[in-house]
């Protein structure tokens, strides 16, 4: 079975203005445009491939606080946008974005969603990629935790989509969720910046079909949980 795969950061209620977010968008992109030559370039959505394909999106700060101030990118509270790379169909990484939320009910969110199959997705769906993906995303947004990972592994294997409990490929923590504890080898800890700290479980891509994997995943997953890491994202 075809293992997919993509990064995700989440974080609680969180009021900023659309000139906050827009420097985190910005931030984003910036980040992620250097990995692959594929994600260069980013263009927002149209009713058609044409049409999307005129809405470059320029990673500066301006860029997206021209969009924000668009009503359809405006929320009851925060702001929302899509981004695409204008690959060919199979080739396409997708960027969904939700900053800038203050409200009990729902939390903030940006997902990162490389291809499924193809040379290209065999390019970018790898722990360095992802690992500098995520890294990127938790510098830009501040987010309390994210991962990169399968959702094979997460949906059949873990039985749970909640964000903040469980175990992924490559994880973050914010120093405010807690203090990673030792990890056993092959996993390895680094620290992002003076945010927080990234957890990469395996040097080759991590897969559900793996025993190996997912005896790791199975045993960080415990150490995390003594730790007090593993629990659900508030908003």
Same mark, same amino acid.
Request: overall charge neutral.
């Given at each position: 079975?075809?293992?997919n795969y993509y990064a995700g ?37 149209? $009713? ?6 005129? $809405? ?55 997902? @990162?969603? !490389? !291809? ?12 360095? @990629? ?16 994210? @991962? ?7 949906d059949e294997v873990l039985k ?38 990234? &957890? &990469? ?18 045993? @960080? ?10 629990? !659900?994202?508030?908003a």
């Open positions: 079975m075809t293992e950061v989440y974080w609680p209620s969180r009021k900023e203005s659309p000139e906050a977010c827009a420097r985190r968008a910005a931030s984003l992109f910036q980040g992620i445009s250097t990995l692959d030559p594929t994600w260069a370039n980013w263009f927002g959505t149209g $009713k058609s491939r044409k049409q999307a394909l005129e $809405k470059r999106l320029p990673p500066i700060a301006s860029t997206f606080e021209q969009l924000f101030s668009l009503r359809k990118h405006q929320l009851v509270s925060g702001f929302s946008f899509v981004a695409w790379n204008g690959e060919a169909d199979g080739s396409t990484t997708g960027v969904t974005c939700t900053c800038g939320v203050a409200s009990p009910y729902l939390s903030n969110v940006c997902t @990162v969603n !490389p !291809p499924r199959r193809g040379p290209i997705a065999e390019r970018l769906i790898d722990a360095t @990629v992802m690992s500098r993906t995520l890294q990127a995303m938790a510098l830009a947004w501040e987010p309390e935790w994210g @991962v990169a990972t399968s959702d094979l592994h997460r749970t989509a909640t964000p903040g409990t469980f175990v992924g490929w490559v994880m973050y923590f914010s120093h405010s969720w807690g203090t990673v504890p030792p990890l056993p080898a092959p996993v390895r800890i680094e620290p992002v910046a003076d945010k927080g700290t990234l &957890i &990469i479980l395996t040097p080759e891509r991590f897969t559900a079909s793996n025993p190996e994997h997912v005896a790791l995943a199975a045993q @960080v997953q415990e150490l995390l949980d003594r730790a007090g890491l593993l629990r !659900p994202l508030q």
